[in-house]
């Protein structure tokens, strides 16, 4: 089947800035009396998806790109600023830690009443109760109050819950980072097994493990909002080398584009790649270095442009220098200049394109732009390159 469970369009949140108590109360004097529009920070802005039945959906991301967010407003715990989101379908969700149940009630209690508020009673509930007991497999605990619960605990019986009741879609937030190992295991073979008899499943984890193993499809949010969404390899590879170019800069010490050097590479795209954006490139596949210079004095500098792993271990570089290419300025002092590599033996990977200003005698350096590239391919070849080779013929030894 492929029916839409879930499509979000132009979807947005907002909360208005409140620090303090007396902030609470001037946002709803300005928003009851005075009418006049209050101070806010969006923390979701035009968000546009689908997942179809049958569907998973890894949301991957930093903290505080929206994605806890984006799943309250999907699961309707949160009402949407702008856009519209519609659901199809019972919904199982895990969220917040501990959400839904009642800490003064023991675990048996809290599953009765979980079950009713999903409709489950009478003889379905007496006899999916030990089901959710077993999975759940907290002992004598489970006649307790949940207060006395540890955060695996806790974990173990909603995820018990809602392995027992099979939703249409089930949306969890991060229950894969909580409890211990055995556990996990058990959850992730029960989702794949729900996964197989049709489930839709919407996952939230910084485990690109655990989001490339379950998931078809991925969306990468950034600063709330969607940077990527496509095939799960393809955008967990993107944001994994985003990441890693982030933490390569920091330990390098690199610096980017900004402030009146002498010497400024404004902005560095790789083919179409737009902004910060990883470029995705089949194996063999040739791309450019395109980038904008600026000269504050009207000098030719020097431009170096590397390729290193994303590790940061070199794998090329080149300048402008040394193949006899010279920068032509405009009377602004403003170059733009492409460096072409039509058949780049990269093996898949993930790297980074350094492109570097120096002066015209090559002394001084003037900062670092970073844009991050992505190799794929399917190959057992190991390294950073491939290097070209053939197999002799072998020859018989004689007797």
Not at 151 to 166: E, P, T
Not at 192 to 209: A, E, N, W
Not at 211 to 240: E, P, S
Request: negative net charge.
């Amino acid at each position: 089947m492929s029916d839409v469970l879930v499509r979000t369009e132009g979807l947005g949140k907002v909360y208005p800035k409140s620090f303090h108590h007396r902030d609470r109360m001037r946002a709803l004097w300005r928003l009851l009396v005075s009418r006049r529009r209050i101070d806010s920070t969006a923390v979701l802005s035009d968000v546009s998806l689908e997942v179809r039945r049958g569907e998973s959906l890894g949301l991957i991301g930093a903290n505080g790109a929206g994605k806890s967010t984006l799943l309250k407003l999907i699961s309707g715990v949160l009402t949407p600023s702008s856009g519209k989101v519609a659901v199809t379908g019972e919904i199982g969700a895990l969220l917040e830690l501990g959400a839904g149940f009642d800490p003064d009630q023991t675990g048996r209690e809290n599953i009765m009443m979980t079950a009713a508020l999903h409709g489950m009673t009478g003889a379905r509930l007496k006899t999916s109760m030990p089901k959710i007991i077993e999975f759940a497999d907290i002992g004598q605990y489970i006649d307790q109050p949940v207060k006395h619960y540890s955060s695996g605990m806790v974990v173990r019986l909603g995820f018990a819950i809602i392995a027992v009741l099979k939703p249409d879609l089930l949306i969890t937030d991060e229950v894969l980072a909580v409890g211990d190992e055995a556990f996990q295991k058990k959850c992730i073979r029960w989702m794949q097994d729900y996964l197989d008899g049709g489930g839709t499943l919407i996952l939230v984890s910084h485990s690109m493990y655990h989001i490339q193993k379950l998931c078809q499809h991925a969306c990468w949010l950034r600063d709330g909002r969607v940077a990527m969404i496509g095939g799960v390899f393809d955008v967990t590879q993107a944001y994994l080398a985003y990441q890693e170019s982030k933490l390569a800069a920091q330990d390098s010490g690199t610096e980017r584009a900004g402030g009146d050097l002498e010497f400024m590479v404004e902005e560095v795209q790789l083919d179409d790649a737009q902004g910060e954006l990883p470029l995705i490139l089949e194996q063999g596949a040739g791309f450019s270095v395109k980038l904008r210079l600026r000269s504050r004095e009207g000098r030719r500098p020097i431009i170096a442009i590397g390729i290193v792993r994303a590790d940061g271990t070199p794998v090329y570089g080149v300048s402008s220098e040394m193949d006899g290419y010279q920068p032509m300025l405009n009377d602004a002092g403003e170059s733009h200049c492409a460096l072409r590599f039509d058949e780049p033996q990269l093996l898949p990977g993930s790297y980074t394109v350094r492109v570097h200003p120096l002066d015209p005698e090559g002394l001084r350096v003037f900062g670092t732009v970073e844009r991050a590239l992505v190799v794929r391919g399917n190959t057992s070849e190991f390294g950073l390159v491939r290097l070209a080779h053939r197999w002799l013929p072998q020859v018989e030894e004689k007797a």
